[in-house]
């Protein structure tokens, strides 16, 4: 079984500043694909970023990059420059990629709600 | 492209009714995932469906049922509602098997 952890369920940013949102996970997967999903209130499920548990080399897709720790289980995100529009909440999930259990799902961790303080 | 969609995206019913929902994936995705998500339980994984056949299954009772159609349609049906069943219901669809895309959700609600 998969289990991801999101520790903080609340947080806030002044606009234009830099925030660290946490998340561990635990699998017995080695082969595993991690993801961080935007579900603003319109509740539309966005996805922010991904990256191969095989990949040292952190992901990032403009303002949003990720801090892989693979050995600790770790996979936080951070987001630059915050805007406005940032202020969601945020899902961090993993999916194995091995089918041999049928295990092609995500799994989610509980979210944490980003403000963000014009 | 078009994007995954759901219908209804609001639904009302009532307890002991049994209520069908619709997800049309992404053109070319053949994997259809199910998620309900409440504010207890957060997002849970119901069904996940690949070429008309369920390969993955969540831990829900025999009420929550699905199939795929041969043009990767899904649809889930939910038998005798209970209050409980109140909740954001979201598709996913797929091309890989670890990227999903999400539809915008179908809000049900059990009186």
């Known amino acids: 079984a998969q289990t991801v952890t999101q520790s903080q369920p609340e947080m806030s940013v002044q606009e234009a500043e830099t925030v660290t949102l946490s998340c561990t996970y635990d699998?017995?997967?080695?082969?595993?694909?991690l993801f961080w999903y935007k579900q603003p209130p319109s509740r539309q499920m966005i996805l922010v970023i991904r990256q191969e548990a095989y990949k040292q080399q952190n992901a990032t897709e403009n303002r949003f990059s990720v801090n892989f720790q693979k050995a600790a289980k770790s996979f936080s995100l951070k987001i630059s420059d915050s805007q406005l529009g940032d202020a969601a909440m945020y899902f961090c999930a993993i999916i194995s990629t091995y089918s041999g259990a049928g295990s092609y799902q995500l799994t989610f961790g509980k979210g944490t709600k980003l403000s963000v303080i014009p | 492209k078009a994007g995954v969609t759901q219908t209804p995206r609001y639904l009302i019913k009532t307890r002991g009714q049994q209520v069908t929902l619709s997800c049309s994936p992404i053109?070319?995705?053949?994997?259809v995932s199910w998620y309900q998500q409440t504010p207890g339980q957060g997002l849970q994984f119901l069904f996940e469906y690949f070429s008309e056949t369920q390969r993955n299954k969540g831990n829900f009772p025999g009420r929550f049922s699905g199939r795929q159609f041969s043009n990767s349609r899904s649809e889930m049906n939910v038998s005798t509602l209970e209050l409980g069943d109140s909740a954001l219901y979201l598709c996913?669809?797929?091309?890989?098997?670890?990227?999903?895309?999400f539809g915008p959700g179908t809000r049900l609600t059990v009186l």
């Open positions: 699998t017995s997967e080695s082969d595993y694909y």
């Open positions: 996913a669809s797929s091309w890989t098997d670890n990227e999903q895309f």
């Open positions: 053109s070319g995705h053949r994997s």
